[in-house]
């Protein structure tokens, strides 16, 4: 009986750190607004950020207060892009999306 107790807090020492490791990524998120040239939220704007070392692109769209968030991003360098039917597409680089933190990236158009 002693044995199959101590078997059973072995096999969870074994389990648990990983699972603990897992919780702990570096991800984060960009977030923020997009304005006209007057100040006025667009809304339906849809916005990427790219991932500039895997070139893999997130997407969302923005709220009818303009507002967006890109969640669980990995860490390095993004670009933006935004682009609204009847508007000019609006690109900005050099973005630095760092370990467990998140920003926000406003445009006015």
């Known amino acids: 009986m002693k044995s199959a107790k101590y078997l059973c807090l072995f096999l969870a020492f074994l389990i648990v750190p990983p699972v603990a490791l ?3 990524t570096a991800t984060g998120s960009i977030s923020g607004g ?3 040239p007057n100040g006025a939220s667009v809304p339906s704007a ?3 950020a790219t991932h500039v070392p895997t070139g893999r692109q997130y997407t969302s769209v ?3 207060a303009g507002l967006y ?3 669980s991003l990995p860490t390095g360098p993004f670009t933006i892009t935004v682009k609204q039917a009847g508007c000019k597409t609006y690109v900005q ?3 630095e999306r760092v370990p467990f933190k998140s920003l926000q990236v406003r445009r006015r158009s």
């Open 93 to 95: 680089s050099g973005i």
């Open 69 to 71: 968030v890109l969640p």
């Open 46 to 48: 849809t916005v990427v």
């Open 62 to 64: 923005t709220t009818q």
């Open 22 to 24: 897992l919780a702990q």
């Open 34 to 36: 997009v304005t006209d």
